[in-house]
């Protein structure tokens, strides 16, 4: 059924029941069907041309949520926190700074809050435009900085990063470095990486999280020899990497999945979390929230696949791992994928 024939046959037009399902087709990817619906309302309030524009945004198009949002500026409705958001997201995927730096001054002068939310979305609009100095004036006004706005200070140029995180004055944090690692494996930055864990092996601050994250650098750059070099300093150092394990709570009954390392090399399929995951989709009600507990930092495949999982099923999952806590939600995880 199109999404006109849709809109003939609902015995309810109501804003709110036509957001809803401009919500849905927007969500997953059905921006023609959404905006047939959209297109057919007699009002439109703030949160329905909010949908459209972070649809766009989310799925890719960031030129037509910048069409989208000049619509809503001409309709006379005035964006709020969540419209600024989306917009910034697409000044970044396009890099187009002088848009944002518009939108940033337009943020300004209309009250909107610069909360973490708003300030993390302008720094990270600011990074991928190019702007680390306007990135670093937004950052330092963020009241209350939470490791989402860290990651996006730290993934817009590292090099800066690392010399702001080595001569901070509060106390070495573990989870810092491991952003720092975790953000030279996503930008493909071998040479940091190995200056990063070369300055925590000499700070007697190294863990094995250290010499993984540094392995998984060079995997992702197809270095095998480094691969291999960083497993025999492991073994040279007496450093052994502790097996996976998770736990899924189910009808107050708390069950353990424990893999040696030996399986989860034969087969990723079969890491501890998916398998505490598939029990829990078969052993609870469907829109159950899932609550894992994962003794060591979640991997990229298993991360990926909670994702998904987490918009096929409909389900929140809720995976604390040995870093922080992730909470999948129709598709997205809160870390923003930088962990």
């Given at each position: 059924m199109s999404a006109q024939q849709l809109f003939d046959t609902m015995p309810d037009k109501s804003l709110v029941s036509l957001t809803a399902m401009i919500t849905c087709y927007a969500?997953?990817?059905?921006?023609?069907k959404a905006r047939v619906l959209f297109e057919e309302m007699e009002e439109r309030d703030v949160i329905c041309w909010n949908v459209m524009i972070d649809g766009?945004?989310?799925?890719?198009?960031?030129?037509?949520?910048?069409?989208?949002?000049?619509?809503?500026?001409?309709?006379?409705v005035k964006?709020?926190?969540?419209?600024?958001?989306?917009?910034?997201?697409?000044?970044?995927?396009?890099?187009?700074?002088?848009?944002?730096?518009?939108?940033?001054?337009?943020i300004e002068n209309n009250r909107i809050e610069i909360n973490v939310h708003v300030g993390t979305a302008?720094?990270?609009?600011?990074?991928?435009?190019?702007?680390?100095?306007?990135?670093q004036l937004v950052f330092d006004r963020i009241k209350?900085?939470?490791?989402?706005?860290?990651?996006?200070?730290?993934t817009g140029h590292l090099e800066e990063a690392y010399v702001l995180v080595k001569n901070m004055?509060?106390?070495?944090?573990?989870?810092?470095?491991?952003?720092?690692?975790?953000?030279?494996?996503?930008?493909?930055?071998?040479?940091?990486?190995?200056?990063?864990?070369?300055?925590?092996?000499?700070?007697?601050?190294?863990?094995?999280?250290?010499?993984?994250?540094?392995?998984?650098?060079?995997?992702?750059?197809v270095n095998w020899d480094g691969v291999a070099r960083v497993r025999t300093l492991m073994k040279d150092s007496g450093v052994q990497k502790e097996p996976g394990c998770s736990s899924i709570e189910v009808n107050n009954k708390k069950l353990c999945y424990d893999l040696r390392e030996r399986q989860k090399e034969q087969s990723l399929e079969v890491h501890s979390e998916k398998l505490a995951m598939a029990f829990g989709i078969i052993s609870t009600q469907p829109g159950t929230t899932l609550k894992i507990v994962r003794n060591l930092r979640v991997c990229l495949d298993c991360h990926a696949v909670t994702k998904l999982i987490s918009m096929i099923t409909g389900r929140k999952i809720v995976m604390r791992?040995?870093?922080?806590f992730h909470h999948f939600v129709n598709g997205s995880c809160s870390c923003g994928d930088y962990w």
């Open positions: 969500k997953y990817g059905e921006l023609g766009c945004a989310q799925n890719g198009m960031p030129n037509e949520a910048f069409i989208w949002f000049r619509k809503m500026l001409r309709a006379r964006p709020n926190e969540v419209t600024v958001l989306s917009v910034l997201s697409a000044c970044g995927q396009l890099g187009a700074l002088e848009s944002g730096r518009w939108l940033h001054s337009y302008l720094v990270d609009m600011h990074s991928k435009c190019g702007s680390l100095g306007e990135a209350d900085k939470d490791v989402v706005a860290w990651n996006s200070m730290i004055n509060t106390e070495l944090d573990p989870v810092l470095w491991g952003i720092l690692l975790a953000a030279c494996r996503i930008h493909d930055n071998i040479a940091l990486g190995e200056e990063i864990a070369e300055f925590l092996i000499g700070k007697n601050l190294a863990n094995s999280g250290t010499y993984i994250l540094l392995s998984n650098i060079y995997a992702a750059a791992d040995h870093n922080r």
